[in-house]
């Protein structure tokens, strides 16, 4: 199941996001917002990323202005893999390379016949494992050794 959620500065471009969805068929949750009242973006980016980290959702869409503030706050979640795309190529590699499982969209910076590419592209691209899956692994090695050091560091204050 893939999730979709935008905050006010992405809202219009989510609507046509949800429409190309529905055009391909593809099932998906809408987690907000669903006006122009202004919300905070961690908010919208913790809703599909923490569904993503615990394997509610396969895959993520995130929408905001410049889709910045969308991919900081994603990728603070276990596993996830956030990637802000401006076009075909970016979304293709971040698929490709990255096994990226959230797209992340700026609403103010990339026009709606773009938007739509990108989407398609993102969707059907395939991760080529090899040596990009031993990558990603290394990804995961440094956020697990970051929860650790992390935990040992809380650890330290307490004591
Ligand atoms: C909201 O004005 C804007 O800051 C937000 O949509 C996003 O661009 C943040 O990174």
Redesign the pocket.
Known sequence: MLAIGA????VHLKAVVIRALERHRIPFVDVGTNGEA?VD?PDFAAKVASGVANGDFDRGILI???????SIAANKFYGVRAALCHNTYTARMSRAHNDANILVL?E?VTGVGVAEEIINVWLETDFEGGRHARRVEKIHLHENQEAAADSGRRGGEAA
């Open positions: 905050d006010h500065g992405g202004s973006y905001c202005g410049t889709g910045i503030g969308m700026g103010r």
